[in-house]
């Protein structure tokens, strides 16, 4: 059988590490193109993958001059196939994976990571040939689809940053930090969130998460925000735990207390440190 014939506009992440894995599969792999690439880019290849910014693919798909024989395809987690018109043969293929270097990404991608896709059933055989584990989402929730991407990757990165800054700051190795983060993922998988989460918003010890706000606030007036919000999401997920004996009560309140009190709460701390 004849190696498929695979070109690639553009020098994203993404694309780099797919000529790499494609092209140890045997497939016969040419570019990127840059931004010079020829409207006749789709003629006399299989394959014609977009590897350019989300804002970018519409553009270039319709620049490009149709070949009803060769696929379309973008790397776009959030765009669907309308954005590879007025092209026949249109798929995407997202991979759900972390891709900082076309080396690492191309092991990465050989390694049997999730991979969105839709569109023309020869993406399913891309996917297939790289050993992915696909899975389709829906054009309504594929936005959606994307951000949950975008908080499970470079949010958490963003976390983890703030968490090694606060490991160097008070002289602990940031390897304790991350061994804590991994454990607490996997009880998440296990067990669920709700069943997961720990610490004072949950107990409503407010007292502690006023201290963290005014140690955290000597870093940054980011960091305060992201502590305050990420509290009041904490807080959220299951009901107030009954306080223990060494649990510090702010306030003695009658009744149940509702997650509405306990975001004032949370809110009323940040105001006093990082307001």
Known sequence: ?????????????????????????????????????????????????????DSCVVKVAQNIY???STLIMHLSGSLTLSALEPHLRKASLHPLCALPS??????????????????????????????????????EFRTLYHAGATIAANHSVALMAQVAKIAEIVGVPRSVYFDLARNSINDVEAIGA??????????????????????????????????????????????LEEPLDNVVKIHKRSGSDSHHERMDEISHAKGQICG
Request: charged share 20%; with cysteine; proline share 6%.
């Open 66 to 68: 149709p070949e009803d």
């Open 102 to 139: 076309p080396e690492i990404g191309a092991e990465r991608l050989l390694s049997g990571v999730a991979m969105a896709v839709s569109g023309d059933p020869q993406v399913l055989s891309i996917a297939k040939s790289l050993k992915g584990n696909a899975f389709e989402v829906s054009d």
């Open 194 to 239: 709700e069943e997961s989460i720990t610490g004072p918003a949950v107990r409503g010890d407010f007292e502690t998460i006023a201290a963290h706000l005014e140690a955290i606030g000597s870093i940054s007036d980011l960091s305060c925000q992201m502590y305050q919000v990420l509290s009041e999401y904490a807080a959220r997920l299951r009901p």
């Open 1 to 53: 059988m004849e190696a498929l014939r695979v070109r690639l506009i553009g020098n994203g992440r993404a694309g780099g590490a797919l000529a790499l894995a494609l092209s140890s599969l045997g497939y016969v792999v040419e570019g990127p193109l840059d931004r010079n690439y020829p409207r006749s880019s789709a003629k006399g290849v299989d394959v014609l993958v977009l590897s350019v910014p």
